[in-house]
């Protein structure tokens, strides 16, 4: 046996696999945010020179996974294996933009959790020495987000204030054998949690509980407290989400304070950028991970982080049933040194 | 290390987890075709008493799994992993299907390959010590599938003779450290493959490359030829992807002979029930498997298998754009005795 297992959600990975390299790619509004700094590309064009809202998503995926190889000194081909999933319907947005790099492929769903899956999953292989260099990535891009779960852009629709803003951003990670670091070494897996949220206008709430569980979950069976991590950051719950996160985790005792940072919240500036509760989509957290969370452990910053990214699991066609949004949170945690 | 690596696609499972459990779930229309005896639950209701067919679609899966944990003797509670996905839009199907479990959840998307792509992760998890029992299962509806990604089924839309008829069915797999087995002691990870075919009504085509791609990594890094297995089962390339598959195999000196099975191809009786080349969809291998093929090996009919779904991985918007379908198959082989 390889894994050891905490708890029934949490794996501790002996042999912790180390984020080898990281590249990060935004689009204009997330490059005039207060993280532009952290991006390594940021596309002047939100179209990154294609026909359609689809082939931009696919083309802003392969310039982050290019990026990433490029700094891991590794060719796409030499990867063991690439890891992805996006929003688009069918996950076509991953399909189309890795179709061509000839390394086997496990296609996620996990809505906006897709780069926690991806890291946590692309961990557990590597520790378990099923692979030696494992791509995880994933993205969003707002129009083509806009379009498929909304409105269409010329609509010019209203938002509500508890809605956010899909980032056009990617984030992409390799992970490697041995490291360098910073490394992951405790994984746990996130259950669906669905309160009966209902408003698609307000994923801040319905993946709340998701992320509490979660969160729960991985102190519990780890015997680590908040006060373990330098930083416990949440995907895209938003400035709505995050407030609901911290209400329920107050009800188990549990206070996250400030070291609590969300990848929706931080991501713009909302007042100014008009983006309401905040940020979300894949490329949200998968491009603050990739870019200003492994920066800050790069310099030092932090020392160990819980990087727990949200999704919420409905689609257009269920909410127009007027079912309710089921949530999950997977979770890692990252550190420095082992 | 625990996974053996004899290539870059292929592990070696020596923990080689075991199939204690399986379920079949089947419509009306499979329930009439040449596996109607491998079926546990044949449903008389199309609409499995569901109102709309995206939750008929998740009824079906929600009882297949209850099916096969009841013959494990294990509550979904108990579960340590569901790993689950399907063909709908954000792969509504399994989310809502498996949200009131409580087990831990990962979502894939690998289209029709979806059974093939959860047996080989599942398998690896267990392998691993990362898991005891994992339940792995998919499935697809006609009619949900129908609507989402051809024609509104009132429309009564002609077919082409390489169309494929989508699966109403389901398939689950409770995988457990220990067995009792069939076990699955081999797996191969795909790569996508695209060869430029562009006719959404022709998938076997655009699926065969990749189902010889993979098996031909198969056999190269296991050093099997298809003669070590009693049977080679590909998912659904219908019965124009298998002619595909088999030249594609000659070109490079592989034949299969009687031994491929194709479970497109003989889940219905094509010409009696007008389903054109075969049936598709995630439920095709899934209930397949789950049914007729682990029967055979409990049976003793078979002790050797290679099962390899595959899926094509476009979605009804990048076919609008004129792109053409990537494709992917993964590969594991199951032995009565390790």
Same mark, same amino acid.
Request: contains cysteine; charged residues 20%.
């Given at each position: 046996?390889?894994?050891?297992?905490?708890?029934?959600?949490?794996? #501790?990975?002996?042999?912790?696999?180390?984020?080898?390299?990281?590249?990060?790619?935004?689009?204009?509004?997330?490059?005039? !945010?207060?993280?532009?700094?952290?991006?390594? =590309?940021?596309?002047?064009? @939100?179209?990154?020179?294609?026909?359609?809202?689809?082939?931009?998503?696919?083309?802003?995926?392969?310039?982050?996974? @290019?990026?990433?190889?490029?700094?891991? %000194?590794?060719?796409?081909?030499?990867?063991?294996?690439?890891?992805?999933?996006?929003?688009?319907?069918?996950?076509?947005?991953?399909? &189309?933009?890795?179709?061509?790099?000839?390394?086997? &492929?496990?296609? #996620?769903? !996990?809505?906006?959790?897709?780069?926690?899956?991806?890291?946590?999953?692309?961990?557990?292989?590597?520790?378990?020495?099923? @692979? %030696?260099?494992?791509?995880?990535?994933?993205?969003?891009?707002?129009?083509?987000?806009?379009?498929? =779960?909304?409105?269409? #852009?010329?609509?010019?629709?209203?938002?509500?204030?508890?809605?956010?803003?899909?980032?056009?951003?990617?984030?992409?990670?390799?992970?490697?054998?041995?490291?360098? !670091?910073?490394?992951?070494?405790?994984?746990?897996?996130?259950?669906?949690?669905?309160?009966?949220?209902?408003?698609?206008?307000?994923?801040?709430?319905?993946?709340?509980?998701?992320?509490?569980? *979660? #969160?729960?979950?991985? =102190?519990?069976?780890?015997?680590?407290?908040?006060?373990?991590?330098?930083?416990?950051?949440?995907?895209?719950?938003?400035?709505?989400?995050?407030?609901?996160?911290?209400?329920?985790?107050?009800?188990?005792?549990?206070?996250?304070?400030?070291?609590?940072?969300?990848?929706? /919240?931080?991501?713009?500036?909302?007042?100014?950028?008009?983006?309401? /509760?905040?940020?979300?989509?894949?490329?949200?957290?998968?491009?603050?991970?990739?870019?200003?969370?492994?920066?800050?452990?790069?310099?030092?910053?932090?020392?160990?982080?819980? =990087?727990?990214?949200?999704?919420?699991?409905?689609?257009?066609?269920?909410?127009? %049933?007027?079912?309710?949004?089921?949530?999950?949170?997977?979770?890692?945690?990252?550190? *420095?040194?082992?």
């Amino acid at each position: 046996m390889c894994a050891k297992r905490l708890g029934r959600q949490t794996l #501790l990975l002996d042999n912790a696999p180390g984020v080898s390299a990281s590249a990060s790619v935004a689009g204009g509004k997330e490059g005039e !945010g207060p993280l532009k700094r952290s991006f390594d =590309f940021i596309s002047d064009d @939100a179209r990154f020179g294609e026909k359609s809202w689809e082939r931009s998503e696919s083309a802003l995926l392969k310039k982050c996974l @290019a990026l990433a190889c490029g700094k891991a %000194q590794l060719a796409p081909e030499e990867l063991d294996l690439i890891i992805s999933g996006d929003l688009l319907n069918q996950c076509a947005g991953s399909a &189309y933009a890795l179709r061509e790099t000839g390394a086997p &492929y496990l296609g #996620l769903y !996990g809505a906006c959790s897709t780069m926690s899956e991806a890291l946590n999953l692309g961990s557990i292989l590597i520790d378990a020495g099923a @692979a %030696q260099n494992v791509a995880v990535l994933t993205g969003s891009h707002f129009c083509s987000a806009e379009r498929q =779960f909304r409105f269409p #852009l010329e609509y010019g629709a209203l938002r509500t204030p508890t809605s956010q803003w899909t980032v056009t951003g990617a984030g992409a990670l390799i992970l490697s054998a041995g490291g360098p !670091g910073p490394y992951v070494t405790r994984v746990t897996t996130g259950r669906i949690v669905d309160m009966g949220v209902k408003d698609a206008s307000n994923m801040g709430a319905a993946m709340a509980p998701a992320a509490c569980d *979660t #969160l729960l979950a991985h =102190f519990r069976e780890t015997g680590r407290a908040p006060e373990d991590y330098d930083a416990v950051i949440t995907g895209d719950l938003g400035l709505t989400g995050s407030a609901i996160l911290a209400e329920l985790l107050a009800a188990e005792g549990v206070a996250l304070g400030a070291r609590h940072m969300d990848c929706g /919240s931080v991501i713009y500036d909302a007042k100014r950028q008009g983006v309401r /509760s905040g940020g979300s989509g894949c490329g949200c957290s998968a491009s603050v991970l990739a870019g200003y969370v492994l920066e800050n452990m790069r310099s030092g910053l932090w020392r160990r982080v819980l =990087f727990a990214a949200t999704g919420a699991l409905m689609s257009p066609t269920t909410s127009q %049933q007027g079912e309710s949004i089921p949530g999950i949170c997977h979770a890692a945690a990252l550190e *420095t040194e082992v």
